[in-house]
């Protein structure tokens, strides 16, 4: 049996996730801000594929 004891006040435990764009902690349970998953999605958006070569394919029409 474990003795009740109170809670390490002391101990501030950030048990709050940290933002992986700003750096700072997430009050919310996605582990982001919004704003910084719209921010993040952004910026690893990836390249656009470049679009087929017309000179590449046969121009059969
Ligand atoms: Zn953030």
Redesign the pocket.
């Known amino acids: 049996m474990l003795p009740v004891s109170p809670k390490p006040w002391h101990v501030p435990t950030p048990n709050r996730p940290i ?1 992986p ?4 902690a ?1 009050y919310s349970r996605a582990g ?2 919004p ?2 998953a719209v921010t993040q999605a952004e910026s690893i958006r990836p390249p656009r594929p470049d679009p087929p070569d017309p000179s590449a394919s046969p121009a059969a029409k």
Do not use: G, P
């Not at 764009?21 to 700072?24: D, E, G, L």
């Open positions: 933002c764009v700003c750096k700072k997430v982001i801000h704003q910084c």
